[in-house]
């Protein structure tokens, strides 16, 4: 399965700025999830990330508080906008099939204060 | 400390005991489905998947069942050990999700020495 780094894995950061968050993957995949999951509570997909596409956010994201890049098949990023206390979270990247299990990087932990 | 699983229903176990863990998913379509294992400051790992066309399924102490009439999913850890202390979430996906991932509230399992 493939092996996930994503940075940073936390960050402390004042409202009203911007965080972008990295996940390189070791091996080209076609499609790259990114989740939020805030404090105590599951994971809610923010978006789908194919290469050479725009991402597809579901109900509730959007991409000017949550653009996203996808430059190749082993890299993607996703900046959180403008923060304000609420966007406190942990943000995960994933990548899968559908076929074969998923696999999530270890997640990025911030802070907005 | 980290907030994972705070808010999040507890099963307290005996070390060396069974553990169950229970889902309910939501979408009958779905046809593939997935348990994760979510340890503090890390992202979900991968336990044990099956496909729709199972009712079982087993792993290195692990069983995955699956009721698709009452869209239910259970995991089953034999001799339950410490490093077993987690959050676990069950996830669905379908063809017809797009291969996108739908996780449950997840369950937080706390093993007693």
Not at chain 1, 37 to 44: A, E, K, R, V
Not at chain 1, 47 to 59: D, F, H, K, L, V
Not at chain 2, 75 to 95: K, M, N
Request: hydrophobic share 30%.
């Amino acid at each position: 399965s493939a092996v996930i780094s994503q940075k940073p894995s936390r960050d402390i950061c004042q409202r009203g700025t911007s965080l972008t968050i990295q996940c390189q993957v070791d091996s080209q995949v076609t499609m790259m999830f990114w989740y939020r999951q805030q404090p105590g509570q599951s994971l809610t997909l923010i978006a789908t990330a194919n290469q050479g596409s725009e991402a597809t956010y579901e109900s509730g994201f959007v991409i000017d508080k949550f653009p996203i890049s996808r430059p190749n098949l082993t890299f993607s990023t996703l900046t959180v906008s403008n923060m304000s206390p609420e966007d406190s979270s942990i943000y995960l990247c994933s990548v899968g099939t559908g076929r074969n299990g998923y696999t999530f990087g270890s997640g990025t932990r911030l802070t907005v204060v | 400390g980290e907030s994972v699983g705070l808010h999040l229903p507890t099963l307290s176990v005996q070390e060396g005991d069974n553990s169950i863990i229970n889902c309910a998913y939501s979408n009958s379509a779905s046809d593939y489905f997935i348990w994760y294992k979510q340890e503090s400051g890390k992202g979900p790992q991968f336990i044990i998947d099956i496909r729709s066309n199972m009712d079982k399924r087993q792993g290195q102490r692990v069983t995955v069942l699956l009721n698709k009439t009452v869209k239910h999913l259970s995991l089953q850890i034999a001799a339950t050990q410490p490093g077993d202390s987690a959050v676990y979430f069950c996830a669905e996906t379908g063809y017809n999700a797009g291969n996108m991932l739908t996780f449950g509230g997840g369950t937080r399992l706390m093993v007693k020495p």
